[in-house]
């Protein structure tokens, strides 16, 4: 059991579920128990057809990763963020450069606060990959491996087979293009949010993280039970996602959505104060950012549900591969163009070029 290998880490007691009753948003739960069942995927792939083409995000319970392998990732990143300050600040973010290692909290775009979080974006440890990485996570590579191995044979793959199913192409249609062995910006974020008081709060509208889009294909929120992260409705309205536990929150990102001509929505999220029996807890999440192999060209893929939704285009057909972004382009383009510093007002002016894509950052 890891947790006995690294008895040095120390462990992130999860906190109780909210009582409160919030707006939540309707969600759609997939059951990976039904995946073996008859006509399980089939079921599957038709749930998430309607939650990634209307909410773009949907919960997955029964993912088939061990309580033990979660808990070790939250003690992983719980002994992290208690390092001395400089051992943190080893490898960090270099703004318009790159978005590996440690972020310190920053100011709040536009205002003189400070924000609430600090992160650490760790690249997937694959051959032939050679990201700066801490000492500290240098020390884990076996645990943070095997866990991220875990997590890509029984989830994300598994995503991509029901995306391919809903969108009546081969099973790998999707699979192919998403490979933990190869090239591409893959990676594990830890956050930790720090509680703040109403009053600080109420100066950033209760806001922990701006509302916006993320860059890959799919994202995954592994298990944590306190209420913050909110999803924009294609009504515009703000909710609540749910904690269910064991569950894990995914939502639909930019490539993706870019490939199937928006039919998969890359949902607009956000970070809000807790409930208020929430609000003095600190607040650890675990994500998985997936996103295609570098040399995986961007461009509309054909689909007869997008033909038969009269979203499939002329232009679409006479698509030219020689001059389309790479998402390995497209991904360090819009890395650069992030810059923490920059003003949301800043951000929303500007339309990211990256050959024939062009690119919003949505920050609301
Ligand atoms: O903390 C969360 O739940 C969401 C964080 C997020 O959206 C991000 O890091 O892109
Ligand atoms: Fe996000």
């Known amino acids: 059991m890891p947790a006995l290998v690294y008895p040095e880490l120390k462990p992130w007691p999860q906190p109780p579920e909210t009582t409160t009753e919030?707006?939540?948003?309707?969600?759609?739960?997939?059951?990976?128990?039904?995946?073996?069942?008859?006509?399980?995927?089939?079921?599957?792939?038709?749930?998430?057809?309607?939650?990634s083409h209307t909410m773009g995000f949907w919960t997955i319970i029964n993912p088939g990763i061990p309580q033990d392998a979660l808990d070790?990732?939250?003690?992983?990143?719980?002994?992290f963020f208690t390092l001395p300050q400089e051992e943190?600040?080893?490898?960090?973010?270099?703004?318009?450069?790159?978005?590996?290692?440690?972020?310190?909290?920053?100011?709040?775009?536009?205002?003189?606060?400070?924000?609430?979080?600090?992160?650490?974006?760790?690249?997937?440890?694959?051959?032939?990959?050679?990201?700066?990485?801490?000492?500290?996570?240098?020390?884990?590579?076996?645990?943070?491996?095997?866990?991220?191995?875990?997590?890509?044979?029984?989830?994300?793959?598994?995503?991509?087979?029901?995306?391919?199913?809903?969108?009546?192409l081969p099973e790998n249609h999707f699979t192919d293009m998403h490979k933990f062995e190869k090239a591409s910006d893959d990676h594990v974020r830890f956050i930790k949010y720090r509680t703040r008081t109403v009053e600080e709060d109420k100066a950033v509208s209760d806001q922990w993280?701006?509302?916006?889009?993320?860059?890959?294909?799919?994202?995954?929120?592994?298990?944590?039970?306190?209420?913050?992260?909110?999803?924009r409705t294609p009504e515009d309205e703000w909710k609540w996602v749910r904690y269910v536990p064991g569950g894990i929150v995914c939502n639909a990102a930019d490539l993706i959505a870019l490939m199937t001509k928006n039919y998969v929505k890359s949902a607009i999220h956000r970070v809000m104060r807790p409930p208020p029996d929430q609000a003095n807890l600190e607040r650890m999440g675990i994500f998985f950012f997936v996103r295609p192999t570098n040399d995986v060209i961007i461009k509309p893929n054909f689909s007869p549900v997008l033909q038969r939704e009269g979203l499939w285009t002329k232009e679409d057909e006479e698509f030219k591969d020689e001059d389309a972004a790479t998402?390995?382009?497209?991904?360090?383009?819009?890395?650069?163009?992030f810059n923490p510093s920059r003003t949301?007002?800043?951000?929303?002016?500007?339309?990211?070029?990256?050959k024939q894509w062009e690119v919003v950052n949505k920050y609301i």
Not at 132 to 159: A, D, G, W
Not at 222 to 229: V, Y
Not at 327 to 337: D, K, P, S, T
Request: one cysteine or more; proline letters at 5%.
């Open 344 to 354: 949301k007002e800043q951000h929303d002016k500007e339309v990211l070029k990256v």
């Open 209 to 231: 993280m701006a509302g916006h889009t993320d860059f890959g294909s799919v994202t995954l929120l592994f298990p944590q039970p306190i209420a913050a992260l909110q999803v």
């Open 72 to 79: 070790t990732q939250f003690a992983l990143a719980n002994t």
């Open 327 to 337: 998402c390995g382009e497209f991904v360090i383009a819009r890395m650069q163009n």
């Open 88 to 168: 943190k600040e080893e490898i960090t973010f270099v703004p318009g450069e790159s978005c590996w290692g440690y972020r310190p909290p920053g100011t709040i775009k536009g205002t003189e606060f400070k924000e609430n979080l600090e992160m650490v974006n760790m690249h997937k440890f694959t051959e032939g990959t050679n990201y700066p990485r801490h000492t500290f996570m240098k020390r884990y590579e076996p645990l943070i491996t095997s866990f991220q191995k875990l997590v890509f044979e029984q989830v994300i793959n598994k995503i991509f087979i029901l995306m391919a199913i809903m969108l009546e």
């Open 22 to 51: 919030l707006d939540y948003a309707p969600l759609a739960v997939l059951d990976f128990a039904k995946w073996d069942a008859p006509g399980g995927k089939e079921e599957l792939a038709a749930q998430l057809k309607e939650a």
